[in-house]
């Protein structure tokens, strides 16, 4: 299996995580990504540190709390593919973050260098946008659940529905260059639901001189890590695939660059 893609445990752990990510185990600097399913009743706990966080509910309802807010119950949709915006949770670095499930509830930690810049705050549904982009078997569907025009120190989060036969992080685009204005570094994680379950999302991964060079088949819950190159997905027909995405960086910025043989197709094709 590619070094690219971390798998799921088949069950949660007693905490409830079933797929972690941190910069020790991706060997870069910045990202950290981890997944829990909890069962309704089950609460998790945990400190910041020198981390913010951004707590993406994937699916089901939850009681959160930290150092200075509670909020009774967030959540509505049950799973990712009623393509509803998420809520979501906004937590600085050197505080807590405490979850009850109120239903079974799975959740997305999303972590990277907080300077304790922000307070902590809910995101609805209301204060995502929705983005509909690309055309014909390029399009897809955009949540932009902390973009970088809303409030963070480092991170950068989005969901992304590829509709099947689609493709999606299309042209081909990179962001491995401290570069400004032109370009910038950020390392980035894909977490991947496919519906239905049993199938796959294809990736591919490289540089210009292709000294990375990989492709890989994701199933529903892995995670590919995107460390430099270009990172365009496909799904196949029959098949709807969706990807949380956490970029973050030296600088909060997202800037790219489309891979020059294939930037041509975002030229919309001709009316007749």
């Not at 997905?233 to 695939?241: F, I, Q, T």
Request: aromatic share 10%; with cysteine.
């Amino acid at each position: 299996m590619s070094d690219l893609i971390v798998t799921s445990h088949p069950t949660p752990d007693p905490q409830g995580q079933v797929l972690s990510i941190t910069p020790e185990s991706a060997g870069w600097t910045y990202v950290g990504f981890s997944v829990y399913s909890l069962k309704e009743g089950q609460m998790l706990r945990q400190l910041t540190g020198n981390n913010e966080v951004c707590v993406v509910f994937l699916g089901g309802h939850g009681k959160v709390a930290t150092a200075k807010k509670m909020w009774e119950r967030v959540g509505h949709r049950l799973h990712v593919f009623e393509k509803t915006p998420p809520f979501a949770v906004y937590v600085p670095n050197e505080d807590f973050f405490e979850i009850t499930a109120l239903t079974p509830l799975d959740i997305a930690i999303c972590q990277a260098p907080g300077f304790g810049t922000h307070e902590a705050r809910l995101i609805s549904p209301a204060h995502i946008g929705v983005e509909t982009r690309g055309y014909g078997n390029l399009e897809r569907q955009i949540h932009h659940i902390l973009p970088e025009s809303e409030a963070a120190d480092s991170l950068l989060v989005v969901e992304v529905f590829t509709p099947n036969g689609h493709w999606s992080s299309y042209p081909p685009h990179k962001h491995d260059e401290d570069n400004l204005p032109h370009e910038s570094f950020l390392e980035e994680t894909y977490y991947y639901k496919v519906e239905p379950a049993q199938g796959f999302a294809i990736q591919r991964v490289y540089t210009d001189d292709e000294s990375l060079n990989e492709t890989v088949i994701v199933k529903d819950g892995e995670a590919v890590l995107v460390p430099k190159g270009y990172h365009p997905v496909c799904a196949p027909p029959g098949y709807e695939v969706y990807y949380l995405n956490v970029m973050a960086g030296p600088h909060r910025t997202w800037k790219f660059s489309n891979d020059p043989a294939h930037a041509w197709v975002m030229a919309p094709p001709p009316k007749s």
